[in-house]
């Protein structure tokens, strides 16, 4: 069984970086596309950041040049950099996981997930 677990989120200010992490158990996550979504009450679960089995990484737009996403295999984990936070950042923040060769931004195509970590950043 395949278990994702967050870590990082928190209460910042805008400017402030943070670093969520997903510690993934029961698979490799060099063999998942994994990637991170977040949502706000209300709305649904958007796309962030992913990167496929093989390496390649895709951002939303509103994230790129400020948010990197990369992957430890040693310690089967998967980062989200988040740099020069801005309010509308603010969200749960969810770890996924898919079996399929590329990143998508379809929630449907993700198998795994994990319970979410808020971000909050104060303006």
């Known amino acids: 069984q395949v278990q994702l677990v967050e870590s990082g989120g928190g209460l910042v200010q805008a400017g402030d970086s943070l670093r969520l992490s997903c510690a993934a158990s029961g698979r490799t996550v060099s063999s998942l596309s994994m990637a991170w979504f977040r949502q706000t009450p209300g709305k649904e679960r958007e796309f962030v950041a992913g990167i496929s089995w093989s390496g390649s990484r895709s951002y939303y737009a509103g994230v790129s040049g400020r948010f990197t996403i990369s992957r430890d295999n040693a310690k089967n984990t998967v980062y989200l950099q988040m740099n020069s936070l801005k309010a509308e950042d603010t969200a749960v923040y969810y770890c996924?996981?898919?079996?399929?060769?590329?990143?998508?931004?379809?929630?449907?195509?993700?198998?795994?997930w994990g319970q979410g970590t808020q971000v909050t950043v104060s303006s």
């Open positions: 996924a996981g898919s079996g399929g060769v590329a990143v998508v931004a379809d929630t449907t195509r993700y198998n795994y």
